[in-house]
């Protein structure tokens, strides 16, 4: 079965801070993993696809197959970037189905 | 383009009744796909539906179905409702099913 941790609910740090939120995943085909944000009273909405390599926001994640993590990293914390961050896996197969972890929120401190 | 709509917003329900959600895609999308989120959880994965037909399942009961329509939107019925069930119920959509996701706002349920 496949399986997403976010070992911390709460990350706080401070302004201009790096910030590294973790996620490790169990999954025994070829892992799609994805970053989702969620802003005070906004919707969910994907911050970063490991696929595509990109960087959003100056966020960046690197899938390390060995250590099955997917960690989302930013060298300087903005205020803005406080919100709720989840970790999602797509499974394979003619579907799309997300598995998610519980989320880390992050509190960006001035 | 207003992204996945979803209705109502919220809903109050008590013990035993039942309920119908509803979906709008985002328009040109052919996959619906709807969450659970429980207070303090990730999204939990309830179906995905793909040109009218059910391409995934996830470990709900069978109180729980959904259907898609021709126009793509779709519905979440969940019937003989318990406490349990409340949570706030995402819609997301995308476009052929394999694609990134978008979500809606969600329906907030809370039963009685």
């Known amino acids: 079965a496949q399986r997403v941790t976010q070992p911390e609910k709460l990350l706080s740090v401070f302004k201009g801070a790096p910030v590294e939120l973790k996620c490790n995943y169990s999954y025994s085909g070829s892992p799609e993993l994805f970053w989702y944000v969620q802003y005070s009273r906004q919707r969910l909405q994907l911050l970063l696809r490991?696929?595509s390599r990109e960087s959003i926001k100056g966020f960046t994640a690197d899938l390390n197959k060995g250590e099955t993590s997917f960690h989302l990293k930013k060298p300087f914390a903005q205020e803005e970037d406080s919100a709720m961050y989840y970790c999602?896996?797509?499974?394979?197969?003619?579907?799309?189905?997300?598995?998610f972890g519980t989320g880390t929120q992050l509190k960006v401190e001035l | 383009d207003a992204g996945v709509t979803q209705s109502p917003t919220h809903l109050i329900k008590t013990r035993g009744q039942h309920v119908t959600l509803r979906c709008s895609p985002i328009s040109g999308h052919k996959s619906v796909s709807w969450y659970q989120q429980v207070l303090g959880q990730g999204p939990q994965f309830i179906f995905q539906y793909y040109e009218k037909e059910e391409r995934g399942r996830g470990n709900f009961p069978d109180r729980f179905s959904a259907r898609q329509f021709p126009n793509y939107s779709s519905e979440l019925n969940v019937n003989a409702l318990l406490l349990g069930d409340s949570a706030l119920y995402l819609c997301?959509?995308?476009?052929?099913?394999?694609?990134?996701?978008?979500f809606g706002p969600g329906t907030r349920l809370l039963v009685l």
């Open positions: 997301a959509s995308s476009l052929l099913g394999r694609e990134t996701q978008y």
């Open positions: 490991h696929i």
């Open positions: 999602a896996l797509a499974s394979g197969g003619g579907g799309n189905k997300l598995t």
